[in-house]
Protein backbone atom coordinates (compact mmCIF):
# COMPACT_ATOMS: atom_id res chain seq x y z
CA UNK A 1 0.00 0.00 0.00
CA UNK A 2 1.32 2.87 -0.63
CA UNK A 3 2.55 5.11 2.05
CA UNK A 4 0.74 8.43 0.71
CA UNK A 5 -2.55 6.94 1.00
CA UNK A 6 -2.48 5.69 4.92
CA UNK A 7 -3.48 9.16 5.84
CA UNK A 8 -6.41 9.50 4.01
CA UNK A 9 -7.46 6.06 4.99
CA UNK A 10 -6.94 6.55 8.63
CA UNK A 11 -8.79 10.00 8.73
CA UNK A 12 -12.07 8.35 6.72
CA UNK A 13 -11.70 5.18 10.02
CA UNK A 14 -11.40 7.94 12.70
CA UNK A 15 -14.42 10.02 11.17
CA UNK A 16 -16.45 6.86 11.05
CA UNK A 17 -15.71 5.96 14.72
CA UNK A 18 -16.45 9.72 15.93
CA UNK A 19 -19.73 9.49 14.33
CA UNK A 20 -20.52 6.40 15.65
CA UNK A 21 -19.58 7.62 19.02
CA UNK A 22 -21.50 11.14 18.56
CA UNK A 23 -24.45 9.28 17.33
CA UNK A 24 -24.41 6.63 20.46
CA UNK A 25 -24.55 9.76 22.75
CA UNK A 26 -27.87 11.31 23.96
CA UNK A 27 -28.60 15.03 22.06
CA UNK A 28 -27.32 17.13 25.24
CA UNK A 29 -24.59 15.00 26.07
CA UNK A 30 -23.66 15.67 22.40
CA UNK A 31 -23.15 19.06 23.52
CA UNK A 32 -21.95 18.30 26.81
CA UNK A 33 -19.44 15.90 25.90
CA UNK A 34 -16.27 18.32 25.69
CA UNK A 35 -17.59 21.32 27.56
CA UNK A 36 -19.36 20.27 30.64
CA UNK A 37 -16.23 19.15 33.08
CA UNK A 38 -16.12 15.62 34.70
CA UNK A 39 -19.03 13.86 35.76
CA UNK A 40 -21.20 14.66 38.32
CA UNK A 41 -21.41 12.54 41.64
CA UNK A 42 -24.76 12.60 44.61
CA UNK A 43 -23.44 13.43 47.82
CA UNK A 44 -25.06 11.38 50.97
CA UNK A 45 -23.82 10.06 54.17
CA UNK A 46 -20.20 10.14 55.30
CA UNK A 47 -17.00 9.88 53.49
CA UNK A 48 -13.76 8.74 55.24
CA UNK A 49 -11.02 10.83 53.23
CA UNK A 50 -7.11 11.14 53.51
CA UNK A 51 -5.23 14.04 53.47
CA UNK A 52 -1.77 15.64 54.00
CA UNK A 53 -1.11 16.25 57.94
CA UNK A 54 -4.31 14.82 59.05
CA UNK A 55 -4.37 11.92 57.53
CA UNK A 56 -7.79 10.49 58.01
CA UNK A 57 -10.82 12.69 58.13
CA UNK A 58 -14.45 12.39 58.03
CA UNK A 59 -17.20 14.19 55.68
CA UNK A 60 -20.41 14.25 56.93
CA UNK A 61 -23.18 15.47 54.86
CA UNK A 62 -25.19 16.92 56.99
CA UNK A 63 -27.90 18.42 54.84
CA UNK A 64 -28.71 18.80 51.22
CA UNK A 65 -31.83 20.85 49.16
CA UNK A 66 -29.92 23.71 49.91
CA UNK A 67 -30.52 26.51 45.73
CA UNK A 68 -27.04 27.89 45.84
CA UNK A 69 -25.84 28.44 49.68
CA UNK A 70 -23.69 32.16 49.72
CA UNK A 71 -22.57 32.25 53.05
CA UNK A 72 -23.75 30.41 56.92
CA UNK A 73 -23.43 31.94 60.59
CA UNK A 74 -23.58 30.39 63.70
CA UNK A 75 -26.40 31.28 66.34
CA UNK A 76 -24.86 31.10 70.08
CA UNK A 77 -27.77 27.53 70.96
CA UNK A 78 -25.88 25.77 67.88
CA UNK A 79 -28.26 26.34 65.21
CA UNK A 80 -27.59 28.18 61.53
CA UNK A 81 -28.25 30.42 59.38
CA UNK A 82 -27.55 29.78 56.09
CA UNK A 83 -28.19 32.08 52.54
CA UNK A 84 -29.48 31.01 49.52
CA UNK A 85 -28.56 32.98 46.50
CA UNK A 86 -32.33 33.22 45.12
CA UNK A 87 -33.45 35.38 48.06
CA UNK A 88 -34.33 32.69 50.93
CA UNK A 89 -32.56 32.92 54.53
CA UNK A 90 -32.81 28.86 55.88
CA UNK A 91 -31.96 27.90 59.26
CA UNK A 92 -30.21 24.62 60.17
CA UNK A 93 -32.04 23.36 64.09
CA UNK A 94 -30.79 20.28 65.51
CA UNK A 95 -28.66 19.74 62.49
CA UNK A 96 -31.73 19.89 60.09
CA UNK A 97 -32.47 21.65 57.16
CA UNK A 98 -36.07 23.98 58.91
CA UNK A 99 -38.45 23.53 55.33
CA UNK A 100 -39.86 27.18 56.30
CA UNK A 101 -37.82 30.13 55.43
CA UNK A 102 -37.44 32.67 57.76
CA UNK A 103 -39.21 35.50 56.59
CA UNK A 104 -38.79 39.01 56.12
CA UNK A 105 -36.00 38.91 53.77
CA UNK A 106 -35.55 41.86 51.36
CA UNK A 107 -36.63 41.18 47.11
CA UNK A 108 -33.12 40.42 45.88
CA UNK A 109 -31.85 40.37 42.59
CA UNK A 110 -31.29 36.71 41.22
CA UNK A 111 -29.96 37.19 37.96
CA UNK A 112 -26.79 35.37 38.16
CA UNK A 113 -23.72 34.15 40.64
CA UNK A 114 -22.96 37.34 41.82
CA UNK A 115 -26.54 38.42 42.69
CA UNK A 116 -29.39 37.60 44.84
CA UNK A 117 -28.80 37.11 48.72
CA UNK A 118 -24.95 37.12 49.96
CA UNK A 119 -23.55 37.09 53.17
CA UNK A 120 -25.23 36.64 56.70
CA UNK A 121 -22.92 37.97 60.04
CA UNK A 122 -23.69 38.12 63.44
CA UNK A 123 -23.02 41.42 64.99
CA UNK A 124 -20.78 41.14 67.38
CA UNK A 125 -23.20 41.57 70.43
CA UNK A 126 -25.51 39.14 69.21
CA UNK A 127 -26.53 37.45 72.31
CA UNK A 128 -27.60 40.99 73.39
CA UNK A 129 -29.38 43.00 70.62
CA UNK A 130 -30.20 39.81 68.39
CA UNK A 131 -29.25 41.64 65.14
CA UNK A 132 -27.74 40.11 61.92
CA UNK A 133 -26.22 41.59 59.02
CA UNK A 134 -27.18 40.64 55.31
CA UNK A 135 -25.62 41.64 51.97
CA UNK A 136 -27.76 41.78 48.36
CA UNK A 137 -28.63 43.36 45.00
CA UNK A 138 -31.37 45.43 45.43
CA UNK A 139 -34.48 44.00 43.32
CA UNK A 140 -34.74 47.63 41.37
CA UNK A 141 -33.47 48.12 37.89
CA UNK A 142 -30.30 49.56 39.09
CA UNK A 143 -29.75 46.64 40.90
CA UNK A 144 -27.04 47.85 43.57
CA UNK A 145 -24.76 45.60 46.66
CA UNK A 146 -26.68 46.29 49.67
CA UNK A 147 -25.81 46.19 53.71
CA UNK A 148 -28.97 45.57 55.51
CA UNK A 149 -29.15 45.05 59.50
CA UNK A 150 -32.39 43.31 60.80
CA UNK A 151 -33.57 41.59 64.56
CA UNK A 152 -33.76 38.13 64.23
CA UNK A 153 -36.19 36.27 66.30
CA UNK A 154 -35.73 32.92 65.32
CA UNK A 155 -38.50 32.82 63.18
CA UNK A 156 -38.21 36.52 61.03
CA UNK A 157 -36.25 39.67 60.82
CA UNK A 158 -37.71 42.18 62.08
CA UNK A 159 -36.60 45.74 62.05
CA UNK A 160 -34.74 45.46 58.88
CA UNK A 161 -33.30 48.63 57.79
CA UNK A 162 -30.86 49.08 55.18
CA UNK A 163 -27.34 50.89 56.12
CA UNK A 164 -25.23 50.69 52.72
CA UNK A 165 -26.32 51.20 49.22
CA UNK A 166 -23.26 50.98 46.51
CA UNK A 167 -23.51 54.91 44.72
CA UNK A 168 -22.42 55.25 41.44
CA UNK A 169 -22.83 53.62 38.14
CA UNK A 170 -25.06 50.47 38.37
CA UNK A 171 -23.09 47.16 38.15
CA UNK A 172 -22.82 45.28 35.07
CA UNK A 173 -21.85 41.90 36.53
CA UNK A 174 -19.31 40.80 39.60
CA UNK A 175 -20.56 42.37 42.95
CA UNK A 176 -19.21 39.62 45.54
CA UNK A 177 -19.45 40.96 49.00
CA UNK A 178 -19.18 39.44 52.53
CA UNK A 179 -18.85 40.76 55.85
CA UNK A 180 -16.33 40.75 58.44
CA UNK A 181 -16.47 42.32 61.90
CA UNK A 182 -12.97 43.45 63.40
CA UNK A 183 -11.99 43.40 66.78
CA UNK A 184 -13.04 47.33 67.27
CA UNK A 185 -16.42 46.33 66.01
CA UNK A 186 -16.07 47.95 62.66
CA UNK A 187 -17.36 45.71 59.66
CA UNK A 188 -14.88 45.35 56.29
CA UNK A 189 -17.31 44.80 53.44
CA UNK A 190 -15.56 44.24 49.74
CA UNK A 191 -17.61 45.09 46.81
CA UNK A 192 -16.59 43.86 43.27
CA UNK A 193 -15.37 45.24 39.93
CA UNK A 194 -16.13 44.85 36.75
CA UNK A 195 -14.82 41.33 35.41
CA UNK A 196 -13.04 42.73 32.03
CA UNK A 197 -9.91 45.27 31.90
CA UNK A 198 -11.70 48.10 29.67
CA UNK A 199 -13.05 51.27 30.63
CA UNK A 200 -15.23 49.91 33.64
CA UNK A 201 -12.61 47.93 34.79
CA UNK A 202 -10.57 51.00 35.54
CA UNK A 203 -13.28 52.23 38.01
CA UNK A 204 -11.77 49.89 40.27
CA UNK A 205 -8.47 52.80 40.63
CA UNK A 206 -11.42 55.44 41.07
CA UNK A 207 -11.45 56.45 44.72
CA UNK A 208 -14.64 58.14 44.50
CA UNK A 209 -16.93 54.43 42.85
CA UNK A 210 -17.49 51.70 45.24
CA UNK A 211 -16.47 49.33 42.37
CA UNK A 212 -13.49 47.25 42.84
CA UNK A 213 -13.08 48.46 46.72
CA UNK A 214 -12.83 46.62 50.11
CA UNK A 215 -15.05 49.13 52.78
CA UNK A 216 -14.82 49.81 56.03
CA UNK A 217 -18.09 50.86 58.41
CA UNK A 218 -19.19 51.20 61.18
CA UNK A 219 -21.93 48.77 62.32
CA UNK A 220 -24.67 51.61 61.83
CA UNK A 221 -23.09 51.45 57.99
CA UNK A 222 -21.23 55.01 58.31
CA UNK A 223 -17.53 55.71 57.31
CA UNK A 224 -15.46 55.61 60.56
CA UNK A 225 -13.16 58.72 60.92
CA UNK A 226 -10.10 57.00 61.29
CA UNK A 227 -10.67 55.25 57.48
CA UNK A 228 -7.19 55.99 55.39
CA UNK A 229 -8.97 58.24 52.97
CA UNK A 230 -11.20 60.68 54.98
CA UNK A 231 -11.48 63.85 53.98
CA UNK A 232 -9.35 63.64 50.65
CA UNK A 233 -10.74 65.03 47.84
CA UNK A 234 -12.41 62.60 45.31
CA UNK A 235 -12.10 59.42 47.90
CA UNK A 236 -15.34 58.30 49.43
CA UNK A 237 -14.87 57.95 53.05
CA UNK A 238 -15.79 54.40 53.48
CA UNK A 239 -13.17 52.86 51.16
CA UNK A 240 -10.06 50.58 53.07
CA UNK A 241 -8.24 49.71 50.30
CA UNK A 242 -9.11 49.86 46.20
CA UNK A 243 -7.71 47.94 42.90
CA UNK A 244 -9.46 45.08 43.49
CA UNK A 245 -11.00 42.77 41.07
CA UNK A 246 -14.17 40.78 43.21
CA UNK A 247 -13.17 39.31 46.26
CA UNK A 248 -15.34 36.43 47.53
CA UNK A 249 -13.88 35.70 50.98
CA UNK A 250 -12.40 37.77 54.45
CA UNK A 251 -10.61 36.44 56.98
CA UNK A 252 -8.34 37.85 60.15
CA UNK A 253 -4.98 36.64 60.64
CA UNK A 254 -5.05 35.06 63.71
CA UNK A 255 -1.84 36.12 64.75
CA UNK A 256 -1.44 39.32 63.48
CA UNK A 257 -5.04 40.73 63.12
CA UNK A 258 -4.28 41.88 59.75
CA UNK A 259 -7.33 41.33 57.09
CA UNK A 260 -6.57 38.67 54.26
CA UNK A 261 -8.86 38.62 51.42
CA UNK A 262 -9.11 36.04 48.37
CA UNK A 263 -10.89 37.70 45.04
CA UNK A 264 -11.13 36.70 41.07
CA UNK A 265 -8.64 37.03 38.64
CA UNK A 266 -9.73 36.63 34.86
CA UNK A 267 -7.80 33.68 32.95
CA UNK A 268 -5.56 33.09 35.39
CA UNK A 269 -3.90 35.29 38.44
CA UNK A 270 -6.49 34.77 41.44
CA UNK A 271 -5.08 36.19 44.45
CA UNK A 272 -5.28 36.14 48.20
CA UNK A 273 -3.86 39.69 49.47
CA UNK A 274 -2.74 41.00 52.79
CA UNK A 275 -5.10 43.91 53.31
CA UNK A 276 -3.57 47.08 54.45
CA UNK A 277 -5.24 50.66 54.36
CA UNK A 278 -5.00 52.77 52.06
CA UNK A 279 -3.01 50.33 49.60
CA UNK A 280 -3.71 49.76 46.18
CA UNK A 281 -3.69 46.19 44.54
CA UNK A 282 -3.68 46.96 41.21
CA UNK A 283 -6.29 45.78 39.08
CA UNK A 284 -6.78 45.99 36.47
CA UNK A 285 -3.42 47.96 35.87
CA UNK A 286 -0.98 44.86 37.20
CA UNK A 287 -1.90 41.02 36.99
CA UNK A 288 -0.66 38.08 36.30
CA UNK A 289 -4.00 36.64 34.21
CA UNK A 290 -5.27 36.53 30.87
CA UNK A 291 -8.40 38.10 29.79
CA UNK A 292 -10.88 35.21 28.57
CA UNK A 293 -9.82 35.94 24.82
CA UNK A 294 -6.83 34.73 26.07
CA UNK A 295 -4.75 38.15 25.76
CA UNK A 296 -2.84 39.54 28.42
CA UNK A 297 -4.95 42.15 30.56
CA UNK A 298 -1.61 44.45 31.80
CA UNK A 299 2.00 44.31 30.31
CA UNK A 300 3.83 43.51 33.51
CA UNK A 301 2.25 42.31 37.03
CA UNK A 302 3.38 44.96 39.34
CA UNK A 303 4.05 48.55 39.78
CA UNK A 304 5.77 51.00 42.56
CA UNK A 305 2.93 51.97 44.37
CA UNK A 306 0.47 48.55 44.25
CA UNK A 307 0.90 45.36 46.20
CA UNK A 308 1.40 42.21 45.21
CA UNK A 309 -0.56 39.24 46.46
CA UNK A 310 0.77 36.59 49.00
CA UNK A 311 -1.00 33.22 47.03
CA UNK A 312 -1.56 33.25 43.61
CA UNK A 313 -3.31 30.29 41.31
CA UNK A 314 -2.37 29.94 37.80
CA UNK A 315 -4.93 28.34 36.09
CA UNK A 316 -7.25 29.80 37.93
CA UNK A 317 -9.53 28.02 40.63
CA UNK A 318 -12.41 30.70 41.47
CA UNK A 319 -11.90 31.65 44.80
CA UNK A 320 -14.71 31.84 47.59
CA UNK A 321 -15.15 31.79 50.99
CA UNK A 322 -12.09 31.36 53.40
CA UNK A 323 -11.08 30.91 56.94
CA UNK A 324 -7.84 30.64 59.43
CA UNK A 325 -7.92 27.32 61.23
CA UNK A 326 -7.40 28.37 64.89
CA UNK A 327 -9.42 25.16 66.61
CA UNK A 328 -7.76 21.72 68.56
CA UNK A 329 -9.78 19.23 66.55
CA UNK A 330 -7.26 19.11 63.70
CA UNK A 331 -3.71 20.35 65.41
CA UNK A 332 -1.50 19.75 62.59
CA UNK A 333 -3.61 22.40 60.52
CA UNK A 334 -3.42 24.82 63.14
CA UNK A 335 -2.81 28.35 61.28
CA UNK A 336 -3.53 26.98 57.82
CA UNK A 337 -5.69 29.37 55.80
CA UNK A 338 -8.68 27.38 54.12
CA UNK A 339 -10.01 28.97 50.71
CA UNK A 340 -13.29 27.55 48.78
CA UNK A 341 -12.19 26.87 44.74
CA UNK A 342 -15.52 26.60 42.76
CA UNK A 343 -13.37 25.04 39.82
CA UNK A 344 -10.24 24.55 38.28
CA UNK A 345 -9.21 26.12 34.85
CA UNK A 346 -12.52 26.82 34.09
CA UNK A 347 -13.52 23.15 34.00
CA UNK A 348 -16.86 22.43 35.99
CA UNK A 349 -17.10 20.22 38.81
CA UNK A 350 -13.36 20.65 39.53
CA UNK A 351 -14.54 22.40 42.71
CA UNK A 352 -12.53 21.80 46.26
CA UNK A 353 -11.08 23.23 49.05
CA UNK A 354 -7.28 24.54 48.98
CA UNK A 355 -5.14 24.21 51.78
CA UNK A 356 -2.27 26.88 52.33
CA UNK A 357 0.44 26.34 54.98
CA UNK A 358 2.16 29.50 56.09
CA UNK A 359 5.55 30.27 57.27
CA UNK A 360 5.60 32.74 60.23
CA UNK A 361 5.75 35.30 57.90
CA UNK A 362 3.01 34.76 56.04
CA UNK A 363 4.56 33.38 53.19
CA UNK A 364 3.15 30.17 51.81
CA UNK A 365 5.57 26.98 51.99
CA UNK A 366 2.53 24.24 50.96
CA UNK A 367 -0.38 23.52 49.04
CA UNK A 368 -2.83 20.85 49.30
CA UNK A 369 -6.68 20.57 47.66
CA UNK A 370 -8.98 18.45 50.11
CA UNK A 371 -12.57 17.39 48.41
CA UNK A 372 -11.67 17.11 44.98
CA UNK A 373 -13.41 13.86 44.61
CA UNK A 374 -16.86 15.63 45.45
CA UNK A 375 -16.82 17.23 42.42
CA UNK A 376 -18.54 20.54 43.69
CA UNK A 377 -18.25 24.10 43.54
CA UNK A 378 -17.12 25.08 46.69
CA UNK A 379 -18.82 28.57 48.25
CA UNK A 380 -18.07 28.65 51.84
CA UNK A 381 -15.71 27.44 54.10
CA UNK A 382 -15.77 28.04 58.18
CA UNK A 383 -14.60 27.06 61.42
CA UNK A 384 -17.40 26.51 63.87
CA UNK A 385 -17.78 26.65 67.53
CA UNK A 386 -16.57 23.15 68.00
CA UNK A 387 -13.36 23.27 66.07
CA UNK A 388 -14.83 21.52 62.96
CA UNK A 389 -15.25 23.21 59.58
CA UNK A 390 -18.35 23.49 57.33
CA UNK A 391 -18.60 24.16 53.85
CA UNK A 392 -21.28 24.56 51.64
CA UNK A 393 -21.41 23.36 47.76
CA UNK A 394 -22.80 25.90 45.67
CA UNK A 395 -25.48 24.07 43.71
CA UNK A 396 -28.96 24.01 42.46
CA UNK A 397 -28.98 20.96 45.30
CA UNK A 398 -26.49 22.33 47.28
CA UNK A 399 -25.06 20.82 50.74
CA UNK A 400 -24.23 21.75 54.09
CA UNK A 401 -21.20 19.32 54.91
CA UNK A 402 -18.82 19.06 57.92
CA UNK A 403 -15.02 17.63 58.45
CA UNK A 404 -14.61 15.99 61.68
CA UNK A 405 -11.42 14.08 62.70
CA UNK A 406 -11.17 10.28 63.00
CA UNK A 407 -10.79 9.81 66.34
CA UNK A 408 -8.06 8.05 67.66
CA UNK A 409 -8.62 5.12 70.36
Same mark, same amino acid.
Given at each position: ???A ?15 V *??? %????? %? ?15 ? !? ?16 ? !???? =? ?15 ? $???? *?? #? ?10 ? %? ?6 ? @? ?10 ? =?P??S?? &? ?6 ? !?A ?14 ? &? ?15 ? @? ?28 ? *? ?12 ? &?? $? ?44 ? =?GA ?50 ? @? ?12 ? @?????L ?5 ? #????? $?????? &? ?8 ? #? ?8 ? $? ?34
Amino acid at each position: MPKATRPTRNAALLATLVAV *LVV %ALPAN %AQERAQWDGVPETRLAG !TYLLHTANEPNILVRVLT !TGLA =HPWSMAFLPNGDMLVTE $RPGR *LR #VIRGGALDPVPV %AGVPPVSD @AGQFTGLLEVAL =HPRFSEN &RQIYITYR !TADEESRVALARARFDG &RSLQDLRVLYTSAGTPF @ATSSGSRILFAPDGTLFMPIGGTPNSGTSG *LRAQDPGDPSGKIL &RL $RDDGTAPSDNPFVGRDGYLPEVYSLGHRNPMGLALHPLTGELWAAE =HGAQGADEVNVILPGRNYGWPVVSMGREYSGDRISAQWWQEGMETPAVVWLPSV @APSGMMFYTGDRFP @AWKGDLFVGAMM #VGRIQ $RTGRIE &RIVLNDEGEE #VGRESILAEF $RRRIRDVRQGPDGLIYVLTDEEDGALLRIEPVERP
